[in-house]
């Protein structure tokens, strides 16, 4: 149990789908995040989210919707997907931003048919 | 701007041979350090952190990392490779002051050959 919980672990969606990503920690952290990891690439940050409030968005398509009720629950929206957005997406959590790491969670592995 | 520079996306070692994943950092501000394991499918955790306190970091499942200024270095090392140390590893740096999200190297994929 790492504290972060990402559900559902896997999921095949069509291109036309709608879906949605969650995210639960129980850590108390106060800064949200999610990663895109494909085969054969760097982790890539998507959002950052600080005491809920977006403070990041590293040029990620609108198919891709953040929404963070609250500082323990984060979601990922998904619409219309692309092939090329299967990958593993990975929630994190940490307090004050980073400066003492992040906990993960065991990611969802997305497939886009 | 902080970066993280990990060389080699492979490493094989034999078991119970050392093993040595390296890892070189830039960084305006005196750094915080991490290394994080992930094994296939799963999230990544964390193995060790420098936090300015003690130069030489044990972490978890016997790997240690020592912090070298003088050579922006932060390598990752364990004496002794077991089959279960197959993963992929990363190294990241951070911004003490919080202000920035942890900057990830590409990682290092370690086989332990038998």
């Known amino acids: 149990e790492t504290g972060v919980t990402q559900t559902p672990r896997h999921l095949v969606m069509g291109m036309t789908n709608k879906k949605s990503l969650k995210c639960e920690q129980h850590?108390?952290?106060?800064?949200m995040y999610w990663y895109k990891q494909s085969a054969k690439k760097p982790l890539e940050l998507m959002f950052v989210?600080?005491?809920?409030?977006?403070?990041e968005n590293n040029s990620v398509p609108s198919r891709f919707s953040p929404e963070c009720p609250n500082s323990s629950h984060l979601f990922l929206h998904l619409h219309t997907l692309q092939p090329e957005d299967s990958a593993l997406y990975l929630c994190?959590?940490?307090?004050?931003?980073?400066?003492?790491?992040?906990?993960f969670g065991s990611g969802t592995r997305l497939t886009v048919v | 701007a902080q970066s993280v520079t990990q060389l080699g996306s492979h490493v094989s070692v034999s078991e119970g041979a050392l093993v040595l994943l390296r890892c070189n950092y830039s960084s305006s501000v005196p750094p915080y350090l991490f290394w994080y394991v992930q094994y296939p499918n799963q999230g990544l955790q964390l193995l060790l952190k420098?936090?300015?306190?003690?130069?030489l970091v044990k972490g978890i499942n016997g790997f240690e990392a020592e912090f070298k200024k003088s050579e922006t270095s932060f390598h990752l090392t364990k004496p002794s490779a077991h089959m279960s140390d197959a993963a992929e590893y990363f190294c990241a740096v951070s911004d003490p002051s919080g202000n920035t999200p942890l900057v990830f190297g590409k990682g290092t994929r370690l086989s332990v050959i038998a």
């Open positions: 994190a959590s940490s307090q004050n931003a980073g400066s003492n790491g992040y906990t």
């Open positions: 420098y936090t300015s306190a003690a130069t």
């Open positions: 989210y600080n005491f809920k409030e977006q403070t």
């Open positions: 850590l108390g952290h106060n800064a």
